[in-house]
């Protein structure tokens, strides 16, 4: 499993777009010039007419750069580390907001020219790339200062995440004080008065952004089934645990409950559905909810319902 880092500030930006799995409005052949600056794929959502928004949850990728420092006309391999892989993606260095240098061509990639030829990279197909694929990147002749490696990375047209960096450092830049020994592991080392301050590469956090972030997305989506959510384990790490939705099971929650497991609680009866597509619990009076779970009664509630907000809960009082 890859590291995680935090991070924030200066200059070198890599972006990874979106793919679309063989739904409408995605971009399976690759980012469009519309994302050079906004690095948002600005998918649509069909039923609410807006832009789908970005993940907000820490993304599953980490970007690491080798080396950590450039000098002008250096080749920087920049590398994707992941446990789940990505099916589109968008990759800039940027100094500042412009994209600068230029991409290497893999086989299943492409250019995107923003402002200048070769300085995005994007997917050309939607198939799922594995965690490890590197990339190239040329440092222009004059840069000076920071770069950072940006990327938007999308997992399917509604599962992405934008704005993940790693920064590369000026290897012209003398670094004094705390900064001298290098301590920022995965960020950039900045001098103040008395102290360093490490800002942290996405993904990475602590002092000198050693601690990796984990992130609660494991698998593409279907690892925990349809019923579950997926979070990464911290240790070991490459490990994960699935939160089962009510009505299925199992390590990975693709077994969906039936009667034989004993749903209902609070005194239900358990009625099995067709073969393998569930069951319905019959709850005494005053329980409601799937498995009888919620004190209530279903007479209150539904009349309740017509006058106070749908999302009040009718509990039934015991006399
Ligand atoms: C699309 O919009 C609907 C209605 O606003 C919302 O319920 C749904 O979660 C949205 N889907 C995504 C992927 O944003
Ligand atoms: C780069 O291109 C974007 C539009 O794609 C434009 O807004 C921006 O001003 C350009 N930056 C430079 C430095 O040319
Ligand atoms: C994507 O492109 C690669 C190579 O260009 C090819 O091997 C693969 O089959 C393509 N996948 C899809 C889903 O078109
Ligand atoms: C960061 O590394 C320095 C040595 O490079 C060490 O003295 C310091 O304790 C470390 N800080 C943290 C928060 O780990």
Redesign the pocket.
């Known amino acids: 499993m890859a590291e995680w880092k935090v991070p924030i500030s200066a200059s070198l930006v890599l972006t990874m777009l979106l793919a679309c799995l063989h739904r409408a409005y995605g971009y399976p052949s690759g980012a469009p010039s519309s994302a050079c600056s906004s690095l948002t794929p600005g998918h649509m959502n069909s039923s609410s007419g807006q832009p789908i928004a970005p993940q907000t949850l820490q993304s599953p990728y980490v970007i690491k750069v080798q080396p950590t420092k450039y000098t002008p006309g250096q080749v920087i391999t920049v590398t994707i580390e992941s446990s789940i892989g990505f099916r589109g993606i968008l990759l800039q260095a940027r100094k500042g907001t412009t994209p600068v240098g230029t991409w290497q061509v893999a086989a299943d990639y492409k250019h995107l020219n923003c402002n200048n030829s070769g300085d995005s990279l994007t997917h050309v197909n939607s198939s799922l790339k594995a965690g490890g694929t590197q990339f190239s990147w040329t440092a222009p002749s004059t840069l000076t200062g920071t770069v950072k490696i940006m990327a938007t990375f999308a997992l399917d047209r509604e599962i992405f995440w934008t704005r993940q960096f790693a920064s590369v450092a000026d290897g012209a830049e003398q670094l004094s004080g705390g900064c001298a020994?290098e301590?920022c592991v995965d960020g950039l080392c900045f001098q103040g008065a008395n102290s360093y301050i490490c800002d942290c590469n996405s993904g990475f956090e602590?002092?000198?952004c050693?601690d990796k972030i984990h992130s609660p997305y494991c698998q593409d989506g279907s690892l925990c089934g349809v019923g579950g959510t997926c979070f990464q384990q911290s240790n070991p790490v490459s490990s994960y645990r699935c939160v089962c939705e009510t009505g299925y099971r199992g390590i990975e929650c693709m077994t969906k409950v039936t009667c034989n497991d004993n749903p209902c609680i609070n005194g239900g009866t358990c009625f099995n559905r067709h073969a393998g597509v569930g069951y319905f619990c019959s709850c005494p009076s005053d329980f409601i909810g799937t498995n009888c779970e919620v004190p209530g009664n279903v007479d209150c509630c539904f009349q309740l319902s017509s006058v106070v907000s749908p999302s009040a809960k009718c509990v039934f009082l015991k006399t």
């Open positions: 020994t301590p602590g002092g000198n050693t």
